[in-house]
T-cell receptor
């Protein structure tokens, strides 16, 4: 039990669908992150929220839209995705953005068909 | 620019043998360095980290890593591999914006 829970664990969606990934942390942390993990590539940081404010958007296409309604929840809204967006999407949290230890969820395996 | 290089996308060792996973970094400022492990179908878990102080860092599950500034390295070792160590290992560097810069990962395979 890592304290960071992601749902769903697996998702298959068509290119015209709209879906959302959910992340919830029970660690009392104030920073939350979305990462993309593709095979044979380093983890790619997508978004960072610190105290519910988005502090980083690493040139992510607008078809990915994050939402952080409170410090415990983070969403990633998906629409009109491309097959190359298929990957493992990992959520993480840390005490705050400057903290040196991140706790990860198990990820959502996304397949775009 | 800061970067992390992990040598070898796959490393195979026999059970009971020494594990050595290599990580080299590039950084213009004193680095904070990390090793994370990812077991199959799981998220990443922190194994150990170096921030300041002692250059030999001990982590969970018998792993340790040594920060060598002169070699810009932070290699991960374990004296005796167990089957349960089979996983993917990631080296990471924290940049000046407190973001983690990741290596591409090394899959550790344990042979019976």
């Amino acid at each position: 039990e890592t304290g960071v829970t992601q749902t769903p664990r697996h998702l298959v969606m068509g290119m015209t669908n709209k879906k959302s990934l959910k992340c919830e942390q029970h660690l009392g942390h104030n920073a939350m992150y979305w990462y993309k993990q593709s095979a044979k590539k380093p983890l790619e940081l997508m978004f960072v929220y610190n105290f519910k404010e988005q502090t980083e958007n690493n040139s992510v296409p607008s078809r990915f839209s994050p939402e952080c309604p409170n410090s415990s929840h983070l969403f990633l809204h998906l629409h009109t995705l491309q097959p190359e967006d298929s990957a493992l999407y990992l959520c993480a949290s840390s005490q705050d953005q400057m903290n040196t230890e991140a706790f990860f969820g198990q990820g959502t395996r996304l397949t775009v068909v | 620019a800061q970067s992390v290089t992990q040598l070898g996308s796959h490393v195979s060792v026999s059970e009971g043998a020494l594990v050595l996973l290599r990580c080299n970094y590039s950084s213009s400022v004193p680095p904070y360095l990390f090793w994370y492990v990812q077991y199959p179908n799981q998220g990443l878990q922190l194994l150990l980290k170096y921030t300041t102080g002692a250059t030999l860092v001990k982590g969970i599950n018998g792993f340790e890593a040594e920060f060598k500034k002169s070699e810009t390295s932070f290699h991960l070792t374990k004296p005796s591999a167990h089957m349960s160590d089979a996983a993917e290992y990631f080296c990471a560097l924290m940049d000046s914006n407190y973001q983690l810069i990741w290596g591409a990962g090394t899959k550790l395979i344990i042979k019976p």
